[in-house]
């Protein structure tokens, strides 16, 4: 697995230390031998199976390991978030309850999986085809029951929080992993499962089969890359998942930490306490880069999703924040922290964002509250309703098609009938898409 590429500029691991190559190679075994013994029982059981007969390697860091004291291997500057909850509490807490600490988790793992069980229903599009959930042995087993035959799977990981959708998937060919998106997700507004976005009939891409779409390991990879802290540590392109840092963490956003708590547990003040990516090193811009790697900065935005009409816009928050005139024109007093606590949950109670609206927009004279406001020119003041729920006009919900309702973060004039009229394609609006990646 050794490599001398390593993504997200983290230092390149050693090879396993002795002390850590024992454990590994006894639970290479049983991984083996459970493979061996699954395998066999699921050929057996039918012979049509074409998934995954992984049984054992759910086992994460973090979740379901904690994080060895010395490090996944000497040198190793990461030491887990739980290690930064004895001094930072507050932040700890309202992560442990934040979708980002919960976004990557084995399937087995989730209350879901034990409520699925023993759930069956015809596939959306092919009324022919029955799907069928089993909670057995401690595993989510799905079944695909068609005319021509039996295919089963022992689900591995369910990505996302479930705060709005659960996509289950199983790594197919472990040496180089493949991620086999299962056909159904799970939708929380719902309460049901139905087609896995881009798994349409209608809207066929390569890959995508009557049973799920098997990603190409590239793109395995982006998925963990974005729904973890560390993917590897040992470099490469590989999915790991002995040494993952799944979910994402404190040490994504602030980097590497084992230092700094070295540093503060040795009294360290001031510098020493520096960490890669520290609070007051933030610049607005560099903020919406570092959020943007994984909700899409408009750098990393495919030029026909930079449209202002495309719903599916919503989705990419910095991409929206951009366009905005309240970012472009507020000298860099404007970012993802005006209105919310990266450590948190999105607020639910929409009066919280009208309160950030109007410390800039409740015209000439009005006291910003937050001291990055105070500094700028008051914004003008609404000529509809100048007094609240400026959120539900100026940024409405939109479906993004996926049954999930997401908030378009582009904070404009928007006029009944706007988004027909709009220009498709390269225009004058675009241009207001900076691309700000050198
Ligand atoms: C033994 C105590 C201790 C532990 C453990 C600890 N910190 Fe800190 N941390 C501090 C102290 C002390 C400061 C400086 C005073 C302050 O801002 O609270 C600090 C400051 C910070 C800052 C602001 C730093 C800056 O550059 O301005 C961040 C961010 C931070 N810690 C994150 C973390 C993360 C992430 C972890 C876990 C990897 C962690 N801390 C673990 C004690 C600790
Ligand atoms: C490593 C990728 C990554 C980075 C970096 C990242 N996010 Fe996220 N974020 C996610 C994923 C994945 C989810 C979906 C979590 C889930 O499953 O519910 C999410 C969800 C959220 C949510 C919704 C939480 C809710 O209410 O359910 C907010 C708000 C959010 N992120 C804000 C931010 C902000 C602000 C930043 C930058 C400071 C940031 N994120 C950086 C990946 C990332
Ligand atoms: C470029 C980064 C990126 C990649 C790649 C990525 N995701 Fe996500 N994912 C996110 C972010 C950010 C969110 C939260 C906001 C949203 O839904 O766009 C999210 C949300 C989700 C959710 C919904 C979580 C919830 O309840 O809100 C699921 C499920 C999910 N992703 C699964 C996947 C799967 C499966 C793959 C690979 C096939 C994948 N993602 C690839 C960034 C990414
Ligand atoms: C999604 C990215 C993200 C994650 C995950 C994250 N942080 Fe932060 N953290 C930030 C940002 C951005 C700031 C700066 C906030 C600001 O300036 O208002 C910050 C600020 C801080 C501060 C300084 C607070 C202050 O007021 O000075 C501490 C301490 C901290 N984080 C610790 C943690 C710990 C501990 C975790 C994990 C439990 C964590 N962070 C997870 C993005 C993140
Ligand atoms: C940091 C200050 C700041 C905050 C916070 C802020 N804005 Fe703005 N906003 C501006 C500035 C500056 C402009 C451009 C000049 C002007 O309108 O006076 C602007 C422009 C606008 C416009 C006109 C857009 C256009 O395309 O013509 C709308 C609508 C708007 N803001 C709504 C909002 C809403 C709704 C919120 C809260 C969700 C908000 N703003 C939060 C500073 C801010
Ligand atoms: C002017 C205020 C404002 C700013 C700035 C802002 N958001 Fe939001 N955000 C909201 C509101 C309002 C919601 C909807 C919350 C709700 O009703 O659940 C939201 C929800 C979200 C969600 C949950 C999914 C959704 O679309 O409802 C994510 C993820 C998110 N924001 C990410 C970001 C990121 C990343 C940034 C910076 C690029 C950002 N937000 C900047 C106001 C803001
Ligand atoms: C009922 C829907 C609605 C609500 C609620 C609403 N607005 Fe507006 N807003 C509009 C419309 C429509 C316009 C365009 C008016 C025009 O130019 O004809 C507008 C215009 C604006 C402008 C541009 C003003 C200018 O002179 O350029 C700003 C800024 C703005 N709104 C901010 C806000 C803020 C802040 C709030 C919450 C306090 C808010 N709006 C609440 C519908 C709304």
New binding site residues.
Partial sequence: MAGNETSNSVPRSQPAAPSLRRPLAVSAVSVLALLMVAGWLIATANRTNTGSHRAVLDRLLTIDRPFPPEGRFPGDPYIG?RA??EC?PG??AL?ARSG?AVTLRPASRLALARHLDGTTLADPERPEVQWSYQYRDDRLQLARTAPDGVQRWVVDYAFGSGHHATTFVTLVDPAAPRLFEHRLTYYRREHRLDLTPGQHEDEPRPGVTPSGYLNDPRNSRKCFGCHSTQVSARGGRGIDEETMIPN???E???GPGRAHVAAARGGASGDRLTLPFG?DR?TAES?MR??GTCHRHPSRARPDQLRPDDPQLARFQPVGIIQSRCYRQSGGGFSC?SCHD??ARAAGDRATYDAVCLSCHAGPGSRPQRAVERSQPAAARCPIRPGGDCVECHMPRVDSGQHILFTDHWIRIRRPGQSRTMRRGPGPELDLLVPTEP
């Fill in positions: 978030s930064c909850a930072h932040e700890a992560h980002h994402v963490s404190c994504r956003c602030h609070p933030w903020q570092l959020c922290l990266p450590h």
